[in-house]
């Protein structure tokens, strides 16, 4: 059974160190800051999260469930990334299915960390891993103009 993600005092300041390295252009070259309106309050919400490149597109996966920037992303469709001081704009479309597969087995790969989140690891089934999309939302990011 996987673990429940739980916003504490320890989880706030290890998104602060994160999000200081990457403000800097350290840590994983994948890792950027993500900001999104808040859907209730419309005012910006920024964090570190994991954009993979997969098959030449860039993916946003929630490692964590269904979380605060999950419903965020859902509501504002548009968001920007940051790294090293350049930010950029994107579109954010949710996908479900095959399609999702790929990302998730890259994901799985590419941050072990966030494995004790998942109920599937990258060996599980197709089927299996689609079935985790639910709890595990995946969207493509397409640049803004």
């Known amino acids: 059974m996987a673990k429940t993600y739980r916003m504490d005092g320890t ?11 990457t403000d800097r252009g350290l840590g994983a070259e994948f890792r950027q800051i ?3 309106r808040g859907r209730r309050s419309g005012e910006p ?3 570190p999260v994991d954009v993979l490149e ?3 597109s860039s993916w946003l996966v929630s490692p964590y469930g269904l979380v605060n920037w999950v419903h965020n992303v859902r ?3 548009t968001l920007t990334l940051r790294r090293a001081g350049a930010e950029t704009s994107w579109r954010a479309s949710e996908v479900t299915g095959a399609e999702a597969v790929p990302v998730i087995r890259a994901y799985l790969h590419a941050v072990p960390v966030t494995h ?3 109920d599937v690891t990258e060996a599980s089934s197709d089927a299996e891993l689609t ?3 639910p709890k595990h939302p995946v969207f493509r990011l397409t640049p803004e103009p």
Do not use: K
């Not at 989880?11 to 390295?21: A, E, M, T």
């Open 131 to 133: 079935a985790a999309l």
């Open 54 to 56: 997969v098959d030449g």
């Open 116 to 118: 004790p989140y998942w």
């Open 75 to 77: 509501a504002a469709e």
């Open 11 to 21: 989880q706030r300041v290890i998104n602060g160190i994160y999000r200081w390295l």
């Open 34 to 36: 993500l900001t999104v």
């Open 45 to 47: 919400r920024s964090l």
